[in-house]
């Protein structure tokens, strides 16, 4: 189960603090993702990154920011610009074939829950 | 627009019981459709994806284009398939690897 970590477990966090969640993975993945799960609404994707140094926006990556510096992290920022921050939050990551659309496999992370007191 | 729509939130049935979880989805290409699972206290995990056309832990699933459907189904439920269970999309040439997931349904299994 090692191969997809996060941290910290449980975050709380004030009302306008900026706050950082971790995910790395040593599965020599070329591709992270950030989900947002809420119940009743699945996972939605908050930001993915293909290749180091590059990244897309998701569904509802208003509020969130991500880095790429290293294939192994995929770091999240959550800002005190997002408005509903409570959640749980899963980090995957899958290999990417580049060129074929094809999608792969998606390992999850065991998730870190963002609570806003 | 991409869309996966899991109609039911729960699903229970009595141990023995034919299962069946329900999937459709909407997209305008040629779609790759999977199911994963989240058992109690575990990571969210793959169950099954359609172009593997294989069964896991005695589920199987069929993607009928024509009703754009991806239903998921065991013929004898057991009290460990209790768990949440997630259909997903990927567009084969979106080129993203992007997955959409539905809304999930939890499966409760009774003994």
């Known amino acids: 189960d090692g191969g997809i970590t996060q941290s910290p477990k449980y975050l709380f966090r004030k009302e306008g603090q900026n706050v950082t969640l971790s995910c790395e993975q040593n599965?020599?993945?070329?591709?992270m993702y950030w989900y947002r799960q809420d119940p009743g609404q699945g996972l939605r994707l908050i930001y993915y990154s293909q290749i180091v140094n590059d990244f897309q926006k998701g569904d509802i990556a208003e509020g969130y920011s991500v880095s790429r510096e290293k294939k192994e992290s995929f770091p999240l920022t959550v800002t005190s610009a997002q408005k509903n921050p409570t959640a749980f939050y899963l980090c995957?990551?899958?290999?990417?074939?580049?060129?074929?659309?094809?999608?792969?496999?998606?390992?999850f992370g065991p998730g870190t829950r963002l609570t806003v007191l | 627009a991409q869309r996966v729509t899991q109609p039911e939130k729960l699903l229970s049935v009595f141990k023995g019981a034919p299962v069946e979880l329900k999937c459709n989805y909407s997209y305008s290409g040629s779609p790759e459709l999977f199911w994963y699972v989240q058992y109690s206290r575990q990571r969210l995990q793959l169950l099954l994806r359609h172009i593997s056309r294989e069964s896991i832990k005695g589920f199987t699933a069929d993607l009928n284009k024509g009703e754009t459907s991806f239903h998921l189904k065991k013929p004898f439920a057991q009290e460990e398939d209790s768990a949440m269970y997630y259909c997903?999309?990927?567009?084969?040439?979106?080129?993203?690897?992007?997955?959409?997931f539905g809304q999930g349904t939890t499966l409760q299994v009774k003994p």
């Open positions: 995957a990551s899958s290999i990417y074939p580049v060129g074929t659309g094809s999608s792969d496999t998606q390992y």
């Open positions: 599965l020599n993945h070329d591709a």
């Open positions: 997903a999309l990927s567009g084969r040439l979106s080129n993203t690897g992007k997955l959409i």
